[in-house]
């Protein structure tokens, strides 16, 4: 069964340096979307993108962060200056058709961002 | 926006009782409602998921129900086993605006044998 992968699965990086997050969605899905849970708390909506452009963000999602579908597989998030409460879980998801939120999404492993 | 509430933070059953998750949320144009589990470490899976256009939907040991006009709806999982032991997850999608699931605070399950 097709998955959603993300890499890398732990990054480590020092306050005030750039993170680049990798996912690589279901092949046939069209929408693209990342979450962040931090430790034991709830996941929350980061961002969604559809048709190489942002559809929706949250209030979350500043100046500081980008995403970027740089090839026909691949999905980035990017946090330009890492904070130390940027230090999370960021999940990417990914839906065949969107519709308006009522489509099924489908969670990738994770990658956990340790900002020191 | 949207907000989504989830009760109870923690839920203890023996192994072969049922346990109830129950959640809120505020926008009522919200119509799709997705359940997931997440074990230790893992990623949210999804378990269940209930458009609103139902009431009701079952899957095995696992149902979810709706009531649109309380903004009410809940995940049962009969004959619990430990193996069902995670954090639950709901969520809603607003109908408006686009694509984004908003998630409540999770049900930390545990199953004693």
């Known amino acids: 069964e097709p998955e959603v992968t993300q890499t890398p699965s732990h990054q480590v990086t020092q306050m005030g340096q750039e993170v680049i997050l990798r996912c690589v969605p279901i092949?046939?899905?069209?929408?693209f979307y990342w979450y962040r849970q931090i430790l034991g708390q709830k996941v929350e909506f980061l961002v969604s993108?559809?048709?190489?452009?942002?559809?929706?963000k949250s209030e979350i999602f500043d100046d500081q962060f980008s995403v970027e579908r740089p090839d026909g597989s691949n999905f980035t998030l990017k946090i330009r200056s890492t904070k130390l409460e940027d230090s999370a879980m960021y999940f990417c998801?990914?839906?065949?058709?969107?519709?308006?939120?009522?489509?099924?999404?489908?969670f990738g492993p994770g990658t956990r961002l340790t900002v020191l | 926006g949207e907000n989504v509430e989830q009760h109870p933070s923690t839920l203890s059953v023996q192994e072969g009782d049922s346990a109830v998750i129950k959640c809120t949320y505020s926008?009522?144009?919200?119509?799709?409602f997705p359940w997931y589990k997440q074990e230790l470490g893992k990623r949210p899976q999804l378990i269940i998921d209930?458009?609103?256009?139902?009431g009701e939907k079952k899957d095995q040991r696992i149902a979810v129900t709706l009531n649109k006009t309380a903004k009410h709806f809940s995940l049962h999982i009969t004959e619990t086993q430990p193996e069902d032991s995670a954090v639950y997850f709901c969520?809603?999608?607003?109908?408006?605006?686009?694509?984004?699931?908003?998630f409540g605070a999770g049900t930390r399950l545990f199953v004693k044998a």
């Open positions: 998801a990914s839906s065949e058709l969107g519709r308006r939120s009522t489509d099924t999404q489908y």
């Open positions: 092949s046939n899905h069209l929408y």
């Open positions: 993108f559809y048709n190489n452009e942002i559809s929706e």
């Open positions: 926008d009522s144009a919200s119509n799709y």
């Open positions: 209930i458009r609103s256009n139902v």
């Open positions: 969520a809603a999608s607003p109908g408006t605006g686009g694509f984004k699931t908003i």
